[in-house]
């Protein structure tokens, strides 16, 4: 491996409650290339978007903070460079696609102030520059009407609309990295394709390196070159995307592809979910954390928690046991793609 765009290692991240400490992000690490996208899968829960958003330093503190770890963009630490130097990094070098678009644009400012914000701050816009590269960016990004509507309130936009604007705000300086949490949720299928090829586009023409936050297999199996699967706040299986779909080594990735709808030929829709509850981060159990929602979990998985390791097909997976001895069908990549 060359030198990474980004690179996090051991990142981990608490949270103090009332519960106890609880360690949302334990031990990560990963990186993603230039021009690449990694995917990232797992239930809610599972330390996703707090992973990205402790390297942007967006978490709140307190109750949250960072105990360990680096997050190298280009060689410098995310983690303890200046607020000064992270602020003229975020939103021009590295941006975010929030979950949530409600909670993330100001309700008391219009569209077109937040969007021509962004790029006067970063990219030196006067005034009618931003503002025509705005109306631009909402035309790319599917909304109808862009140079009335960029006049309106976050309100007066529809769920999927505020999504689009998020959108647009995110790619409007053109980022090397995009971290994109959700991205296409509230958005119709033909919107989601215009959303993915506007992304693929920035990819081909900037060399962006993507990381997709996303509960949409089908999404992650045609958009991804790789994927890390977190569970418990941990990776617990990293792989090139046809590997993973292919040959799943850890029994949360297979539970996680078992678990999409297929469609039975009486027409009938059969959903296999994984069995039980993710656990409760501040009082994990020994051993794997998985191991009491796991069919294949053996002794050793009760005291022992496993580390990843290499697999022949390139899959790096945290388990005791390798699934691919004890199912006879895995699901193939084809027919998460179709």
């Excluded at 230039?34 to 797992?42: D, K």
């Excluded at 109306?135 to 009335?148: K, S």
């Excluded at 390791?309 to 179709?338: I, K, M, S």
């Amino acid at each position: 491996m060359a030198n990474p765009l980004l690179q996090v290692e051991n990142l981990t991240v608490e949270f103090r409650t009332d519960d106890g400490v609880v360690r949302a992000v334990n031990d990560v690490s990963f990186h993603v290339e230039a021009g690449e996208t990694l995917g990232v899968a797992g239930e809610s829960g599972s330390g996703k978007s707090v992973t990205n958003l402790a390297m942007l330093r967006l978490i709140p503190t307190p109750p949250g903070r960072i105990v360990g770890g680096r997050a190298l963009f280009k060689g410098e630490d995310l983690l303890t460079m200046t607020s000064e130097r992270l602020r003229k990094i975020r939103g021009r070098h590295i941006a975010m696609i929030f979950q949530d678009p409600m909670t993330s644009l100001n309700p008391l400012m219009t569209v077109a102030d937040q969007l021509t914000e962004v790029t006067r701050l970063h990219l030196g816009h006067t005034a009618k520059q931003a503002r025509d590269h705005a109306v631009t960016m909402l035309e790319r990004v599917g909304i109808p009407a862009a140079a009335r509507r960029v006049n309106d309130y976050p309100h007066q936009f529809s769920g999927g609309m505020r999504q689009r604007v998020m959108i647009a705000m995110a790619l409007s300086c053109k980022p090397e990295v995009l971290i994109a949490d959700e991205p296409t949720t509230a958005l119709d299928v033909t919107i989601q394709a215009q959303i993915l090829e506007l992304i693929r586009e920035l990819q081909e023409q900037q060399g962006t390196a993507v990381i997709l936050i996303t509960h949409d297999l089908g999404v992650m199996a045609n958009s991804c070159r790789r994927v890390a699967v977190m569970y418990a706040g941990r990776i617990v299986e990293e792989a090139p995307v046809d590997a993973l779909f292919y040959h799943p080594r850890h029994p949360y990735t297979l539970g996680l592809l078992n678990s999409r709808p297929k469609l039975e030929a009486d027409g009938s829709s059969k959903l296999q979910p994984i069995a039980g509850q993710p656990p409760n981060l501040a009082d994990l159990p020994a051993g794997c954390a998985f191991h009491p929602r796991c069919p294949f979990a053996i002794e050793r998985c009760r005291t022992e928690r496993p580390l990843l390791r290499p697999a022949p097909t390139g899959n790096l997976f945290a388990c005791h046991v390798d699934v691919t001895t004890a199912v006879p069908h895995l699901p193939q990549a084809a027919e998460v793609r179709t």
